[in-house]
């Protein structure tokens, strides 16, 4: 959606590492991405980025092949490489695949999710309505991420972690750029019934979150 509507992740690639400075470099361009300061379709340069971060232009090149596995970034050889520009219609599959990917995390996490996963998501609930005040798409979105974020990590399914992962910043950026609300009435809803689920070890009420969620439709028009 737009920024003033309102909001809703071949062989001759580089080898992907897990150094420090590769993932310094991924998590300052995904912050970028989602703060907008580097917007849908903007052309990027590892060059200029390894410049900005003082850093050799091969850690760079592995954080973009990093962002491209995740969809937030496309490139053609010797042509260009630019954030992707996500369509409202992408925005749309990206949300259906999400909510079942979510769906299996909150069967699996909910019934022994630990007091710290509460305390956080009880803080990023409370920062997600303040937000909606400002009816502005990035603010809203940066919460309502963060609070679904709490619990992926408390997976043992390492590949439902990294499939969530892959969609989650591609719908994040696409909510942006939606052309008009999502419910957000009912958005605060799922929150509410999901962070009470997740103090009580309700699987039940998780459920009916995930239910919530999964009616909420994406506008795309």
Do not use: C
């Not at 001759?12 to 917007?39: C, M, N």
């Not at 710290?116 to 937000?131: C, H």
């Amino acid at each position: 959606m737009s920024e003033d509507r309102g909001p809703v992740v071949g062989q001759d690639e580089p080898v992907i590492t897990t150094s420090k400075v590769v993932t310094t470099v991924f998590d300052r361009v995904l912050s970028a991405i989602h703060d907008g300061t580097l917007l849908p379709g903007q052309h990027i340069s590892d060059t200029e980025i390894a410049k900005q971060l003082n850093v050799s232009r091969t850690p760079v090149r592995e954080a973009i092949q990093r962002l491209r596995e995740i969809g937030l970034i496309e490139a053609s050889s010797d042509r260009f490489t630019r954030i992707v520009d996500v369509t409202p219609e992408q925005t749309r599959h990206a949300y259906i695949v999400w909510q079942a990917l979510y769906s299996v995390l909150v069967d699996e996490v909910v019934p022994r999710a630990p007091e710290r996963s509460y305390n956080v998501m009880l803080r990023d609930n409370a920062t997600f309505l303040a937000a909606l005040s400002t009816r502005e798409a990035r603010p809203i979105a940066k919460a309502n991420l963060d609070f679904f974020s709490r619990l992926p990590p408390e997976s043992d399914n390492v590949a439902l972690q990294r499939a969530i992962t892959s969609v989650v910043h591609l719908l994040s950026l696409g909510s942006m750029h939606l052309p008009g609300f999502i419910d957000l009435a009912s958005l605060s809803e799922a929150q509410r019934l999901l962070l009470g689920a997740v103090r009580d070890h309700d699987l039940t009420a998780a459920r009916e979150a995930m239910s919530l969620l999964g009616r909420i439709e994406i506008p795309t028009s």
